[in-house]
């Protein structure tokens, strides 16, 4: 019989519909329902693509004995972190203070007033590798409920004040100067992998972000080094298994230094950060690897991600079924044998194959399967055409496995990201059908996600909105998206809906005192700590990502309240920047853009005519374009300029005005 989670609108939550677990979403209710029984509740936090939460689930949540013994002794409420990234993120911080590490699944018990006293992540069935079992923790956790409850109330409002006293250090009044960003620079020299590419050792994650504050810096400074960083990173990373060599796309991280091996999960948000990425490299630098790279991670995109609504699906499993087995197991899809390849291609060109994908008899995955990878092309001769036919043979064949699960659900945030990359890349490399699925993602935000008063919902299923409002990285991201389609197609309305969105930023999640943002609204629901995080990981943090989007609408309209909020949101770049650059790589990539002016441009033509495309590929870190007709009155800038031309401005001083587009190009080279 299914339980509470049935009439959810998030594929996680559905997939534990069935479950014996008499699971609850988040809600007042549930917590009523503890209060009432007189138990603790069981906080169980993952999200659709996350293998080790569909682990834990088949082992203990589809187990009727651990179910049973969970419904006696706990109120369980299941909370899919996509959604909810506010419960995430007070939890996680817990967890992560309380433990030294966190992670997905997330396991925390809760009093009923929803304060934490017991942490986790995965717990296996058995006692295993020094972890006990889930079923003697949860019964430990009962026991100590039953027998020793004031110690655990006091643990636990002991934790809630230390949440509450944790305060974050802002850096400074004032934006990061060339000091900061410089001690970034070369904190991040110090961390890269000169050999392998990318920063850190294993699991290694694509650094989309600290890639662009490297090609910022480099157009704003020159710095060859920079440049370098950013160039090998990428390249490293398209020709590793992170990167799908058949269907295009980058996995979620690589489990080894080598980036051979990947996490095969593949989320909407890796992707739109990288597509953009290296269509900022090719900007660059002309790279045809880059170029591929984007325009094939774009065509990912749309391909297998867009809904019927005109939206992106968050993510694709890691896991899929091997036909060969029957069983779910990662990577299923993407791997492949020597003997997989002469059945689909035939001896000559499963040789050819082999050798050009790094396809072994030992594998460099499981059970003798392979990655594809392209370790290096020298040695193999073979022409383009026999590659693309190979290629396209094998991705044929691939699509006639069974495919991965894909979570349906479409986050407001990750789709602005989406919306950006494509509208970019579609300008680029003159690819009006990009740039039209970035315009429905758009349509498909204004008409289902944004209200009367333009307040964003999270997330929709179907054509259906969810009931989450959403958090401080939707307004931004969303934002930035909208600011992107407005530059690309030169319709101001995009403009007007950025601009309501950010008014609610500066509303409702800046403190007027300090400047700092808080990752929810001020009327959003209460939890036990507001959650305010700057910091920059999988995806922009919603700080960062705020300072990026009001700086660019600041300078397309002249707006002083958003360019003050701005500057003083980079405040916390400023203290973050020497000590922890890779996790504050958005933030640097907006504090390079306000160093730079940002540039404004205004173009007088035609939409998509030469000067706006060269506008558009210009290198300036942040610069805004607008483009319209003479006399027009879609954007700010280009009010009073009558003659067909480009105008630049930076800090309230223009150039003289241009209509060769290498004179405009040499003005936006950085």
């Not at 299923?461 to 998206?481: M, R, S, T």
Request: aromatic share 8%.
């Amino acid at each position: 019989m299914p339980n509470r989670l049935a009439h959810e609108t998030s594929p996680y939550l559905l997939q534990h519909a069935d479950n014996p677990v008499d699971w609850w979403p988040w809600s007042a209710e549930a917590f009523d329902e503890a209060r009432e029984r007189g138990v603790p509740v069981l906080l169980s936090v993952g999200y659709s693509s996350c293998h080790w939460c569909h682990v834990m689930a088949h082992e203990s949540f589809e187990d009727a004995d651990t179910a049973a013994f969970l419904n006696a002794h706990f109120v369980n409420i299941k909370v899919d972190r996509e959604e909810r990234p506010d419960i995430d993120a007070v939890y996680m911080e817990a967890v992560q203070a309380a433990t030294g590490q966190g992670g997905w699944p997330m396991t925390v018990f809760l009093t009923p007033d929803a304060e934490p006293f017991y942490f986790g992540t995965y717990f296996p069935p058995e006692p295993r590798h020094g972890m006990p079992s889930f079923q003697q923790v949860a019964d430990g956790v009962r026991r100590a409920w039953t027998d020793r409850r004031g110690e655990v109330a006091e643990v636990a409002g002991k934790i809630v004040r230390d949440l509450a006293d944790r305060q974050l250090s802002f850096g400074a009044d004032e934006m990061p100067g060339e000091d900061e960003l410089a001690q970034a620079l070369l904190g991040l020299t110090r961390d890269y992998d000169a050999s392998r590419g990318g920063f850190g050792g294993a699991p290694k994650f694509p650094p989309s972000m600290v890639v662009e504050f490297l090609l910022r810096h480099y157009a704003r400074t020159g710095s060859e080094g920079a440049l370098q960083m950013a160039a090998d990173t990428c390249e490293r990373m398209a020709r590793g298994g992170i990167y799908d060599q058949l269907g295009g796309g980058f996995a979620r991280y690589s489990v080894d230094r080598e980036w051979v091996v990947p996490h095969f999960e593949k989320m909407l948000y890796d992707n739109a950060l990288l597509c953009r990425v290296y269509a900022h490299l090719w900007r660059a630098t002309g790279s045809d690897l880059a170029r591929r790279v984007a325009l094939e991670t774009a065509d990912f995109m749309v391909r297998e991600l867009r809904t019927n609504e005109g939206g992106f699906a968050s993510a694709l499993d890691a896991d899929s079924e091997d036909a060969a087995t029957g069983k779910h197991v990662e990577g299923a899809y993407y791997v492949w044998t020597p003997e997989q390849l002469r059945e689909v291609l035939g001896d000559a060109d499963a040789e050819l194959a082999a050798s050009y994908f790094g396809v072994t008899e030992e594998g460099t995955f499981e059970e003798g399967s392979s990655v594809l990878q392209l370790p290096g092309e020298q040695g193999v001769v073979a022409d383009a055409a026999r590659l693309a036919s190979i290629r396209e043979r094998l991705l044929a064949a691939r699509s006639r496995r069974p495919a991965p699960g894909r979570d349906d659900k479409v986050v407001a945030a990750w789709n602005g990201l989406a919306v950006a990359a494509l509208a970019e890349v579609g300008a680029y490399f003159d690819r009006p059908d990009l740039v039209a699925a970035a315009v429905g993602a758009g349509d498909l935000l204004v008409r289902l996600h944004m209200d009367d008063k333009a307040r964003l919902s999270r997330t929709s299923k179907d054509g259906q909105v969810g009931a989450n409002a959403g958090v401080l990285e939707d307004y931004a991201d969303v934002a930035e998206g909208f600011l992107a389609l407005a530059s690309v197609t030169g319709e101001g309305v995009w403009l007007e809906f950025a601009g309501f969105l950010l008014d609610h930023v500066l509303g409702q999640f800046v403190d007027p005192e300090s400047g700092s943002l808080y990752d929810t609204a001020t009327d959003a629901e209460q939890l036990i700590r507001r959650p305010q995080d700057p910091t920059d990981n999988a995806v922009p943090s919603g700080w960062t990502a705020a300072a990026g989007a009001l700086l660019s609408y600041a300078a397309q309209t002249g707006a002083e309240p958003h360019r003050l909020a701005a500057e003083r949101a980079l405040g916390v770049v400023k203290g973050l920047a020497p000590r922890a650059p890779r996790f504050i790589g958005n933030g640097l990539a907006v504090a390079e853009a306000a160093l730079d002016g940002p540039r404004e441009v205004a173009v007088i033509g035609e939409v998509g005519g030469d000067l706006h495309r060269t506008a558009l590929l210009g290198a300036a870190p942040g610069a805004v374009v607008a483009v319209g007709p003479a006399g027009g009155d879609e954007f700010p800038l280009l009010a009073g300029r009558e003659q067909p031309a480009a105008y630049v401005c930076r800090r309230f001083v223009c150039d003289a005005p241009t209509t060769d587009p290498g004179e405009l190009a040499a003005k936006l080279s950085g």
